[in-house]
């Protein structure tokens, strides 16, 4: 069925015509455009407005005492306003899905598309804020000064390695969750899929070797929950090859990532990395040869997430592979952020944390996993975001663990 659309605008209002009014609006023919028409959502009141009465409490004389109670008694706002349960979706426009750099204007149909998956999925209101600024300071700073009207800030779609700088200044300076989802909740899918991989061919993780195809954002998310899961080793690779101790040309980032990846010491390109290995992750949207594939150990794992255009296809990965899975929706296993960040920020929202650890991440990932139960197979083994289960087990998981390690506050 095609989405009802709620809020929509004249052709008059548009601009999609040319200057002697001769093309047709580009919703006439595209259902996309269509659907897009004045935005994909709207603020929605939670109380009446009636009469004067309701007028009077909702707003002035009354709101008044509430203002005077919250500046005595700070806490208050998370009771008394929408603060506690509201998301902020920041971004910068610079690394817009396979977009890229296309600038804070042109990333709103992203940012409107991820604030209505947050309540479609998790219950949870989002704003989705596209800053017109780039340095790494500034954006820090922007969001700082809007942090008091939200209970979490979960950044998107902003480019490495500016990202993990932001998250890190961010986490440092607020008491909010801040969670960059292109890192972390691809990790967390891609951990539960891997899980229940393991489980499949009666495996422990700790027994697997996996190798990534990209240090970017997700690649050394992977990668850090991958170890803090307690994978037997994992080795990432870039451009130019096997991130290792002795590479004279890494990043901060990825010389962080050197420290505690690789202890096969494995040098070479990313073929070189595949021979013999359990698990190959892609994140980098390049393409890997099929000898290659053929050369992982037999009953390996291929997650091949590049989209639309995955680095392994599906076909060519299912000669060689006992699990495949992708980031596209029109193949089994769909490693999807939305089975993930609803659900994080929800159960965080609920016990009102400080921030998100990576216990209540690898909680998220167990809980996504535990969905998928009996029903395990080669072509399930992670769940639908339609799933009606994903997100309560998600938010319980996250939330029972926040309170664990000490971040929840009620």
């Known amino acids: 069925m095609a989405a009802e659309i709620v809020n929509p605008r004249s052709d008059s209002a548009s601009g999609n015509t040319d200057q002697d009014g001769g093309a047709e609006p580009l919703d006439s023919f595209d259902p996309v455009f269509a659907l897009h028409r004045g935005g994909k959502m709207a603020v929605q009141a939670t ?4 009469d ?35 998301v902020a979706v920041v971004t910068d426009g610079t690394a817009v899905l396979g977009l890229g750099d296309i600038g804070p204007e042109a990333s709103l149909p992203v940012m409107e598309g991820k604030a209505i998956l947050f309540k479609q999925f998790g219950g949870v209101d989002a704003v989705p ?30 480019s490495a390695p500016r990202c993990f700088e932001i998250e890190r200044k961010l986490q440092e300076r607020l008491d909010i969750p801040v969670f960059h989802d292109d890192q972390h909740g691809t990790a967390v899918v891609t951990l539960a899929a891997l899980r229940n991989a393991a489980r499949l061919s009666r495996r422990e993780i ?3 070797r996996a190798v990534i195809s990209g240090a970017g954002a997700a690649g050394v998310a ?32 990825k ?37 290659a594939v053929a050369s992982m150990a037999e009953g390996a794992f ?33 490693i999807n952020n939305v089975l993930a960040f609803p659900g994080i920020f929800a159960g965080a929202l609920q016990v009102r944390a400080s921030r998100i650890t990576e216990g209540m991440k690898i909680a998220a990932a167990e809980a996504l ?3 998928v139960g009996d029903d395990l197979a080669a072509d399930y083994v992670i769940p639908s975001p339609f799933d009606e289960r994903v997100a309560p087990a998600v938010t319980a998981a996250v939330a029972a663990a926040a309170r664990a390690e000490g971040v929840a506050r009620r």
């Open 222 to 253: 992977i990668a850090k929950m991958l170890v803090e899961a307690g994978i037997g080793d994992v080795a990432l690779a870039d451009r130019k090859g096997i991130i290792s101790a002795d590479r004279d040309d890494l990043t901060a980032v």
């Open 302 to 334: 291929v997650f091949a997430m590049a989209n639309p255009n995955p680095e392994v296809h599906p076909d060519v990965a299912h000669k060689y592979a006992a699990v495949v899975a992708t980031g596209r929706s029109d193949f089994p296993n769909q």
């Open 206 to 208: 700790g027994q697997l």
């Open 52 to 86: 004067k009465d309701d007028l009077s409490l909702a707003y002035t004389p009354g709101v008044a005492r509430v203002c005077t109670a919250i500046a005595e008694q700070p806490e208050l706002v998370n009771d008394y306003t929408w603060k506690s349960s509201v």
């Open 129 to 158: 804020i596209a800053l017109a600024c780039t340095d790494v300071d500034e954006i820090v700073e922007t969001v700082v000064r809007l942090a008091p009207s939200f209970g979490g800030v979960n950044l998107e779609d902003i």
């Open 47 to 50: 109380v009446p407005i009636r």
């Open 369 to 371: 996993a535990s969905v």
């Open 255 to 291: 010389r962080e990532v050197a420290g505690f990846t690789n202890k096969a010491g494995l040098k070479g390109t990313l073929e070189d990395a595949l021979a013999g290995a359990d698990v190959f992750i892609g994140v980098s949207g390049g393409t890997v040869p099929e000898e």
